[in-house]
């Protein structure tokens, strides 16, 4: 069955440091998500991306995050300079017309 | 703004006993879709159950099942004869149906911790 895989499963970073988190969709999807997830907490939508292009973002996802799918296979989400509040879960998503189908995640550490 | 609220951190069972979350949103959308997502300590987020808005009958799989009160904007998810392995965060989640302006994004409650007692 396919499914959505992420790399690394975690990364630890210091403060200041930029990071590159991995994501390979389901092959046949066209559209992509990003989510947050603190220790804890629930979780948050960051972005959306289809075509080519960001289709939606949300309050969190300021200047210093960006994405990109740069092979047509894989799609990286980039935290420019990590901060202690980016110490979280990030999961990539893709989806077929019904639903999102989540990748186990990345938990990024930033000390 | 679309938001969905639960309300019990934490709840527990009885192994093979019965079980129900609670999940309440609000919007003022009439077509959308809510999920229950089940998320065990490997934090892999798995879909439980779908159901959708425009559909009266309640949503089952095998044995969960939800109760879709459209009116009362609530989703409660029973969980029947409980399993060692329900043991997880389950966490509601809403998106609005697909349309021109519409990513698609889901929206998560806060999630409701799952202890099942042998």
């Known amino acids: 069955e396919p499914e959505v895989t992420q790399t690394p499963s975690h990364q630890v970073t210091q403060m200041g440091q930029e990071v590159i988190l991995r994501c390979v969709p389901i092959?046949?999807?066209?559209?992509f998500y990003w989510y947050r997830q603190i220790l804890g907490q629930k979780v948050e939508f960051l972005v959306s991306?289809?075509?080519?292009?960001?289709?939606?973002k949300s309050e969190i996802f300021d200047d210093q995050f960006s994405v990109e799918r740069p092979d047509g296979s894989n799609f990286t989400l980039k935290i420019r300079s990590t901060k202690l509040e980016d110490s979280a879960m990030y999961f990539c998503a893709s989806r077929d017309y019904n639903e999102q189908f989540f990748g186990p995640g990345t938990r990024l550490t930033v000390l | 703004a679309q938001t969905v609220t639960q309300s019990q951190p934490e709840m527990s069972v009885q192994e093979a006993e019965t079980v129900t979350l609670s999940c309440t949103y609000d919007t003022s959308e009439s077509d959308y879709y809510l999920f229950w997502y089940k998320q065990p300590p490997s934090r892999q987020m798995i879909l439980v159950i779908r159901?959708?808005?425009?559909?009266?009958q309640n949503a089952t799989e095998n044995r969960f099942s939800v109760n879709f009160q459209k009116a009362a904007k609530s989703f409660s998810l029973k969980i029947s004869d409980s399993q060692l392995g329900d043991a997880a965060m389950y966490f509601c989640a809403y998106r609005r149906d697909y349309g021109s302006s519409n990513t698609g994004k889901l929206i998560f409650g806060q999630g409701t911790t799952l202890q099942v007692k042998p």
């Open positions: 159901q959708e808005a425009y559909k009266q």
């Open positions: 092959s046949n999807h066209l559209y």
């Open positions: 991306f289809y075509n080519n292009e960001i289709s939606e």
